[in-house]
T-cell receptor, first 112, second 111 residues
Framework: GQQVMQIPQYQHVQEGEDFTTYCNSS?????IQWYKQRPGGHPVFLIQ?????EVKKQKRLTFQFGEAKKNSSLHITATQTTDVGTYFC????????????FGGGTRVLVKP | NAGVTQTPKFRVLKTGQSMTLLCAQD?????MYWYRQDPGMGLRLIHY???????AKGEVPDGYNVSRLKKQNFLLGLESAAPSQTSVYFC??????????FGSGTQLSVL
């Protein structure tokens, strides 16, 4: 079955620094979605990427979809304490019907 | 609008007991999902539904059953709870597979 892997599993970041988290799928994706889950909370939708090579920005967050539509990345610049949480990517496989497969998440901890 | 509402928020069961988790959404979404979240495992799909009266198996369906008799409700049942089912359960809904809206979760402990 379709597998979605995220690295790193944990990311310790100094406040003000940049970091990137990566998402890789075992199969080609129709789209990829990113979610953020604050500690003790529920996942909240951030963005969806559909096109090969697509890049989208939300303030300090930059999302990219790979040319082969099998990988994605989230880059955060000038990390703030409000960025603390777990970031999940979720891929909808081209042959997966309607099932969205989540990666294991990257847990981000920010050092002030 | 309440969005996606899950009940109960917390539950403790003994091994072998049964229970039903209720998910209700007021956004007229077609798709509904049940996920479980365990530490370090991300979100794993248990069952999902693409419309009223339909259900389908996800990645980890064993030990669970679901029903979608009404469009706005999606029920998750545990017939005979096991300690391995201790987890946080999230319900989610979407129009047609994009942008999932999640409920606040149910913390289930099976002793």
């Amino acid at each position: 079955g379709q597998q979605v892997m995220q690295i790193p599993q944990y990311q310790h970041v100094q406040e003000g620094e940049d970091f990137t988290t990566y998402c890789n799928s075992s199969t080609t994706l129709s789209n990829i979605q990113w979610y953020k889950q604050r500690p003790g909370g529920h996942p909240v939708f951030l963005i969806q990427l559909v096109k090969s090579g697509e890049v989208k920005k939300q303030k300090r967050l930059t999302f990219q979809f790979g040319e082969a539509k099998k990988n994605s990345s989230l880059h955060i610049t000038a990390t703030q304490t409000t960025d603390v949480g777990t970031y999940f990517c979720a891929g909808l496989g081209e042959a997966a019907g309607n099932k969205l497969t989540f990666g294991g998440g990257t847990r981000v901890l920010v050092k002030p | 609008n309440a969005g996606v509402t899950q009940t109960p928020k917390f539950r403790v069961l003994k091994t072998g007991q049964s229970m039903t988790l209720l998910c209700a959404q007021d956004m007229n979404h077609e798709y509904m999902y049940w996920y479980r979240q365990d530490p370090g495992m991300g979100l794993r799909l248990i069952h999902y539904s693409v419309g009223e009266g339909t259900t389908a198996k996800g990645e980890v369906p064993d030990g669970y059953n679901v029903s979608r008799l009404k469009k706005q409700n999606f029920l998750l049942g545990l017939e005979s709870a096991a300690p391995s089912q201790t987890s946080v359960y999230f319900c989610a809904s979407s129009y047609f597979g994009e942008k999932l809206f999640f409920g606040s979760g149910t913390q289930l402990s099976v002793l």
